[in-house]
C-alpha cells in the first residue's frame, strides 16, 4: 500500500509536467488527451503509444508535438515514419518501443494499455519511480504483489485512473488504515442487470454492448455486462489498498454516481460522487497532488432525483464470485481469472461461444489449474506472464466442450 500516496503525502507540482500516455487512442486515452488539451500551458508530451492506429497516433503525435511514439504492431512502422516524417518526433514499433516509450523521461504516465500486454510497459515506468496513473487492471489482477512491491522500492507513485478506485482513493483520505472497516465498490449492473438467467444466457454481442451509463472499448463494456470487470475490480483494490476479500464489498448502483465508498470504525462512511465520465477520475490523477479544472458536467442531484441500490447477484453474475474465489486461492489464480476470460470474450466477440458461456470457461479454465498444481507465489513480470500463456492455452482447449454445453 506503501506505493499508493497517502493523504499527508503531497508531492510539489513543477509548473510544466511532462507526460507519457501508453495506449493513447484508447478510450482511457482519448479522455486523458481531452484533459491535456484543455491546459496545454501546464503539460508537456513526451510519448504516445498505440496499438495499431497509425493515423489517429500520427494525428496525436503532430497536435501534441510528441517526442517519442510507439505503435504496438510492427508492421505499421513504415506507415506511422511516413506519417511524421519531417516532424522530428522518433517512431518506434514492437513491445520493446512500448516499454521504451514508458521508460522514457516523463513525470506523469497513464498506463492505459489494455490486457496482460500493459504490464511490462507500467512496470517500465514504475522501476524509475514515477507517477503512474494505472487504468489497466491487469495490471494489478495479474501481477500485484510484486507491482506494487516494485512501486514501492522505486518511489513510484500509484495513482488509480479507473472511476471506482479512484473513488476510494479519494475517501480513504478520511481515515487511517486500522480504522477501515470496508470498502464499498459500486457497479451500474451493466445492460442485463434486471435480466433473467436464461435471456443473460443467450444475449447477443449487440445487447451486450450497450451499456446504460459509460462510453467504453468493447472488451471492458462486455466484461461490464457479465460483471467480469466488477470481478477484476475487486482483485485490484486488494491489492492496491492490501485490503482482504472479506474488506472489500460490491453494491449495484444503476445511476453510476456515487464511485466508491469506505466505512470506517466509528461507522461513518465517506463516498465520491460524479456525473459517469472518465475524465472526472483521470483528471485528479493528472493533476493529483491538485485539483485541476475539469470538463465533466455538474452533478445535480435534483435533477438526478433518486440513487438506488441493489445487492448484488452471484447466481446471475457468476464472474462476480469467480473473483473473490481466485483472489482466495491467490498465488497465480487472478492471473487465470484475467487470462481465461480474455479468451473467452473473444471467444463470444467471435460468436464462437454464447454469452453465459463466458463465466463457465472461466470457472472451468480456474478448476484445471488449481486441480493441476500449478499455484506459485509471482514473483517477476515473467512468472505472471508464463502463467498467463498457461491460462490462456488451456482455455483454447476447453473452449470447444464448453460452447457444447448448455446452461
Known amino acids: 500500500m506503501s506505493a499508493v500516496p497517502l493523504r499527508n503525502n503531497r508531492l510539489a507540482a513543477s509548473d510544466v509536467r511532462s507526460v507519457t500516455v501508453l495506449g493513447a487512442t484508447g478510450s482511457i486515452g482519448d479522455s486523458t488527451m481531452d484533459l491535456l488539451r484543455s491546459a496545454p500551458e501546464r503539460y508537456r508530451v513526451e510519448a504516445l503509444t498505440a496499438n495499431g492506429n497509425v493515423e489517429a497516433l500520427a494525428k496525436l503525435a503532430k497536435e501534441f508535438s510528441a517526442r517519442y511514439v510507439a505503435i504496438a504492431d510492427t508492421s505499421k512502422l513504415p506507415e506511422l515514419k ?18 521504451e516509450a514508458a521508460a522514457r523521461p516523463a513525470d506523469w504516465v497513464m498506463a492505459a494499455v489494455s490486457g496482460a500486454a500493459g504490464l511490462k510497459p507500467a512496470l517500465a515506468a514504475v522501476d524509475r519511480g514515477a507517477h503512474v496513473a494505472l487504468a489497466n487492471k491487469e495490471c494489478l489482477v495479474c501481477a500485484g504483489d510484486f507491482f506494487m512491491q516494485r512501486a514501492a522500492k522505486a518511489g513510484a507513485c500509484i495513482l488509480p485512473a479507473d472511476s471506482e478506485h479512484n473513488a476510494l482513493f479519494q475517501a480513504l483520505s478520511s481515515g487511517n488504515r486500522d480504522e477501515l472497516v470496508r470498502v464499498i465498490i459500486t457497479a451500474s449492473g451493466g445492460p442485463f442487470r434486471t435480466w433473467k438467467s436464461t435471456d443473460i444466457e443467450q444475449a447477443t454481442l449487440e445487447q451486450a454492448l450497450k451499456h446504460p451509463n459509460w462510453s467504453m472499448g468493447q472488451k471492458i463494456t462486455i466484461d461490464s455486462a457479465s460483471m467480469m470487470n466488477k470481478g477484476l475490480e475487486v ?4 491489492y492496491l489498498f492490501a485490503l482482504t476479500p472479506d474488506e472489500i464489498d460490491v453494491l449495484v448502483h444503476p445511476q453510476s454516481i456515487i464511485h466508491g465508498m469506505v466505512e470506517f470504525s466509528d461507522r461513518s462512511v465517506v463516498a465520491q460522487l460524479g456525473a459517469p465520465d472518465m475524465r472526472t477520475p483521470i483528471a485528479h490523477c493528472l493533476g ?3 485539483r485541476i479544472k475539469g470538463p465533466a458536467a455538474k452533478l445535480d442531484l ?41 479468451v473467452a470474450v473473444a471467444a463470444f466477440i467471435a460468436g464462437k461461444i454464447r454469452f453465459g458461456a463466458i463465466a463457465r470457461l472461466v470457472e472451468a479454465t480456474l478448476d484445471d489449474w488449481i486441480r493441476g498444481g500449478n499455484q506459485a507465489p509471482l514473483t517477476s513480470a515473467d512468472d505472471a506472464i508464463s502463467v498467463d500463456h498457461v491460462a490462456r492455452n488451456r482455455a483454447a482447449v476447453l473452449l470447444p466442450q464448453i460452447a457444447l454445453k448448455a446452461s
Not at 83 to 90: C, K, Q
Open 302 to 342: 435534483a435533477k438526478i432525483g433518486q440513487l438506488t441500490f441493489e445487492a448484488p447477484d452471484f447466481d446471475r453474475f457468476p464472474g462476480l464470485r469467480l473473483a473473490y474465489d481466485s483472489l482466495r486461492t491467490g498465488k497465480g489464480a487472478t492471473t487465470v481469472y484475467n487470462a481465461a476470460n480474455e
Open 235 to 238: 482483485i485490484e483494490a486488494s
Open 288 to 290: 493529483w497532488p491538485d
Open 82 to 99: 511516413a506519417a511524421l516524417a519531417g516532424t522530428g518526433t522518433e517512431c518506434g514499433a514492437g513491445e520493446s518501443a512500448v516499454i
